[in-house]
T-cell receptor, first 116, second 114 residues
Framework: EAEVAQSPRYKITEKSQAVAFWCDPI?????LYWYRQILGQGPELLVQ????????DSQLPKDRFSAERLKGVDSTLKIQPAELGDSAMYLC??????????????FGPGTRLTVT | AQTVTQSQPEMSVQEAETVTLSCTYD???????LFWYKQPPSRQMILVIR??????QNATENRFSVNFQKAAKSFSLKISDSQLGDTAMYFC???????????FGAGTRLTVKP
């Protein structure tokens, strides 16, 4: 069964360092989402891509976060510089719909980031 | 803004028993979708069940069913014949039709006891 892949699964970094996360969605899924999940809370959308274009990045802290999906397939989320408050689980999800929200989002296992 | 509230941070149930998880949401829109997602320990989140707001009939998926009360803006999940593998965080989620932003509740940690 096809799955969303993410790497690394765990990342420990010092504050002020740069960190990057990678996501490979299910083949053929046009829509890709990055979420941040703080411990004890539900996921919050950071950015959404439709193919290679950003559809929504209104919740992305653009002074330190960036995301790209250059060829409309895999995606990278970067944080530079990392801050203590960035410690969280970063989830990637993909879906086959085109922004209508009616289809299931398939989630990856996440990257747990700890900033020290 | 749309919000989702799960008022039960933790619940437990005996194996084979039935449990109901609560969820309420707030929106002024009429066309939307509601979801229950399950996040097992150290595993990825998976969809349990989905409900379209325009459908009056409650969705069911095997042992999982919902009680969708549109006027009350309530969307509870009932798990029948609970199994040990049902132990997980359960998130209620909401998304407007033709919108990008899925809103999640804070989750309910369900433990199924043998």
């Amino acid at each position: 069964e096809a799955e969303v892949a993410q790497s690394p699964r765990y990342k420990i970094t010092e504050k002020s360092q740069a960190v990057a996360f990678w996501c490979d969605p299910i083949s053929g899924h046009a829509t890709l989402y990055w979420y941040r999940q703080i411990l004890g809370q539900g996921p919050e959308l950071l950015v959404q891509f439709q193919d290679e274009s950003v559809v929504d990045d209104s919740q992305l802290p653009k002074d330190r976060f960036s995301a790209e999906r250059l060829k409309g397939v895999d995606s990278t989320l970067k944080i530079q510089p990392a801050e203590l408050g960035d410690s969280a689980m970063y989830l990637c999800a993909s879906s086959s719909d085109r922004g209508l929200g009616s289809y299931e989002q398939y989630f990856g296992p996440g990257t747990r980031l700890t900033v020290t | 803004a749309q919000t989702v509230t799960q008022s039960q941070p933790e619940m437990s149930v005996q194996e084979a028993e039935t449990v109901t998880l609560s969820c309420t949401y707030d929106t002024s829109e009429s066309n939307y979708y509601l979801f229950w997602y399950k996040q097992p320990p150290s595993r990825q989140m998976i969809l349990v069940i989905r409900q379209e707001a325009y459908k009056q009939q409650n969705a069911t998926e095997n042992r999982f069913s919902v009680n969708f009360q549109k006027a009350a803006k309530s969307f509870s999940l009932k798990i029948s014949d609970s199994q040990l593998g049902d132990t997980a965080m359960y998130f209620c989620a909401f998304i407007l039709y033709n919108n990008n932003d899925m809103r999640f509740g804070a989750g309910t940690r369900l433990t199924v006891k043998p």
